[in-house]
């Protein structure tokens, strides 16, 4: 593993259906993030976690939910699907000082909720 | 709030052309400025860094300045290729003791470079 690593690559889900998305990244960085991409709407900061242990709500956290058990893995968790969480989802990790605040994204996953 | 925005929303340029795509904040107290590209249906790859006491970063045939009084960053791009074809995106993080620790993006850039 070089980097940050998602799965699945891409998802159909049918609506209240449970989801979740793994997140791993090998960098040791502290600080994990998961956006959502829309068209016309930008990135939008989901949940983030300053350390392992500990999560926080970003902009858009409504339906979801995460995880920090370790410094490597962040699932993001969908409860019960939306069509309105159709989206392109990207997990990031940075440091958390000086040159190591430089963020690093992963490859995304595209969900679509029907 | 901390908005981004970035100018022009899509740009054209024939090949070889030197090129500037705008930033602007509206809130000066940032701890740093990072640009990115994104190809289609990538993911994002980090270009440059740019602390907040720094005015420049280059990395080859990019460079980017930082001028936070004035809530502004530009993105040089010298002898434009078709390979530079991408969304380029600008996020700053507002200074601790603000907004937290947390990125806020611009909405993008779309760059087309034309052989």
């Known amino acids: 593993i070089a980097g940050i690593t998602q799965a699945p690559t891409s998802q159909i889900l049918a609506a209240g259906r449970r989801m979740t998305l793994r997140c791993t990244q090998d960098m040791r960085h502290n600080a994990m993030y998961w956006y959502r991409q829309d068209l016309g709407l930008g990135l939008r900061l989901i949940h983030y976690s300053n350390t392992a242990g500990t999560t926080g709500k970003g902009e858009v956290p409504d339906g979801y939910s995460v995880s920090r058990a370790n410094t490597d893995d962040f699932p993001l968790t969908l409860a019960s699907a939306v069509p309105s969480q159709t989206s392109v989802y990207f997990c990031?990790?940075?440091?958390?000082?000086?040159?190591?605040?430089?963020?690093?994204f992963g490859p995304g996953t595209r969900l679509t909720v029907l | 709030k901390q908005e981004v925005t970035q100018i022009p929303a899509a740009l054209s340029v024939p090949e070889g052309e030197n090129l500037v795509l705008n930033c602007s904040f509206t809130?000066?107290?940032?701890?740093?400025l990072q640009w990115f590209r994104q190809d289609p249906g990538k993911g994002l790859t980090s270009l440059l860094l740019?602390?907040?006491?720094?005015r420049e970063q280059t990395s080859g045939r990019l460079n980017a300045s930082l001028d936070k009084s004035s809530g502004r960053s530009t993105l040089y791009i010298a002898a434009s290729q078709p390979g530079d074809s991408a969304t380029y995106l600008c996020a700053v993080r507002p200074g601790v003791g603000n907004y937290g620790q947390n990125f806020v993006f611009g909405p993008g850039t779309r760059l087309s470079v034309l052989p």
């Open positions: 809130d000066s107290a940032i701890y740093n």
């Open positions: 740019i602390q907040s006491s720094q």
């Open positions: 990031a990790s940075s440091g958390l000082a000086g040159r190591g605040n430089e963020q690093f």
